[in-house]
């Protein structure tokens, strides 16, 4: 019986791994030259959707996400690059839009700041170790000392 429930969780997994992604483009957004909408798809899935957060806007059903799809086409359609169009969009809506922000101007503190506080954690704990094994042991207990802890610990 576990064998068969693990069969079937594996084919399950299995299942919704290989499926598809669903996308929100709606037919009235296609644009009709396979370039420039195989471009906009490119561009598309690497900007969030404001509202919903990590989820790009070619995969988003807000109006938003619809409304900067349809910018994005805009601006192709108008003869700019890839890279003119992003750079349209996130100068409107600031960098927050891309789902992979530029490790550039403050990014670069957010994109340095965990490997530099793993670094200074390993410091830490490798002088907190050294530390501890260079720490002298405590010389043993006199025979007076013996004989006063058995008299507290009432042992005869």
Known sequence: MKRLLAALGLALTLGLSAAPPVYAVQPDEVLSDAGLEARARA?????????????????????????????????LVAGDTDEQAVDFIVARYGEYVLLNPRASGMNAILWGAAPAFFLVALGVAIIAIRRRSRAEVAAPLTDEEKRRLDDLLGKD
Do not use: F, G, K, T
């Open 43 to 75: 561009i598309s899935v690497n900007l969030r959707c404001p509202v919903c957060q990590n989820e790009s806007i070619d995969e988003s059903h807000a109006e938003i996400a619809r409304d900067l799809r349809l910018l994005v086409r805009e601006r």
